[in-house]
């Protein structure tokens, strides 16, 4: 039966918002506004952390790798979201959505362990102070990138592949503005099940275990904290973790909606929205709240405009 219903095609068709056709010019100018802050906002955070020496230290070393991810990350799916948003034509090719999907996954997934070894570092920092420097140099920084990001290309490259050796029918309509895998999933038509359950192990190993050790580095922290003394030296040291904190519970709120809750018809058209909020807004926030509460990169940034004026 499954031979006999499969339809061959050789594209997908990207239906992102389609059902606000009288807003799709607005749209274009809102989300290209955004892509264009992303770019200059993270782009101007990597170049204020990267030529200012006050701020050589492993902590911006993370911080530039989490702008230049940002601006990777976004730029997987942003582009092909705003010519959609002006094309009749929105289709993306079956190697073009695995592509996609595929480096969306590697870069989402490296962000995930960035954020915990931003964590990491913050617990080093705070609570083992005098071993800071000893334990938290460049060598283990850079590593720990290359460490990451190899781990992410590794996981994904099987879920990806499970995906796409499936057959397709029916419908080639992705109710979303990227190839995610649980739309494209919804299209297969055979069993599925190996694909659900590698999905659950990647979650648990991506999403769910680095965010306990986010937790778990936070529990800590806290602790260390509140042992202080002195109100203003819980204040002071509390600020140099709290705009990573508040990215956390940005990227990793919206983004285990979206994998962790269970699957219909009418959770997909939730999740598309949280899809947006971690896979855009996130990004662009991101350069936000490091600069407006970072003392630190404030004074890098008025040092800079001021020679620059």
């Not at 964590?119 to 060598?139: F, G, Q, S, T």
Request: net charge positive; with cysteine.
């Amino acid at each position: 039966m499954i031979k006999e219903n499969q339809t061959e095609f050789s594209d997908f068709i990207l239906l992102g918002y389609s059902e606000f056709p009288v807003l799709q010019v607005l749209l274009f100018v809102v989300f290209l506004f955004i892509y264009v802050g992303i770019i200059l906002g993270n782009g101007l955070t990597i170049y204020v952390t990267l030529t200012d020496a006050a701020l050589d230290s492993p902590m911006y070393f993370l911080l530039r790798k989490l702008s230049f991810l940002e601006i990777c990350y976004t730029t997987v799916t942003l582009p092909k979201m705003l010519v959609n948003f002006l094309a009749e034509n929105k289709t993306i090719s079956f190697v073009g959505c695995a592509v996609q999907m595929y480096f969306f996954f590697v870069l989402a997934s490296t962000e995930c362990f960035l954020l915990t070894a931003m964590a990491y570092d913050r617990y080093v920092a705070i609570c083992h102070p005098l071993h800071y420097k000893l334990i938290m140099n460049k060598e283990l920084c850079l590593r720990l990138v290359t460490g990451l990001l190899t781990v992410s290309m590794s996981v994904h490259v099987g879920q990806v592949y499970l995906l796409f050796t499936l057959p397709f029918c029916g419908s080639r309509e992705i109710n979303y503005f990227f190839c995610d895998l649980p739309p494209v999933l919804k299209l297969a038509c055979a069993d599925i099940f190996l694909n659900e359950v590698y999905m659950f192990v990647a979650t648990i190993v991506i999403l769910i275990l680095p965010f306990f050790l986010i937790i778990a580095s936070y529990v800590k922290i806290i602790s260390t904290i509140l042992r202080m003394p002195s109100v203003e030296g819980r204040k002071k040291v509390f600020a140099t973790c709290s705009s990573h904190l508040i990215m956390v519970s940005f990227f990793y709120g919206s983004a285990t909606i979206v994998y962790v809750s269970p699957r219909s018809k009418e959770t997909m058209g939730i999740n598309k929205w949280f899809a947006l909020f971690y896979s855009i807004f996130v990004p662009m926030l991101n350069p936000i709240v490091y600069t407006l509460r970072n003392k630190e990169v404030k004074i890098s940034m008025k040092k800079l405009f001021n020679r620059k004026s």
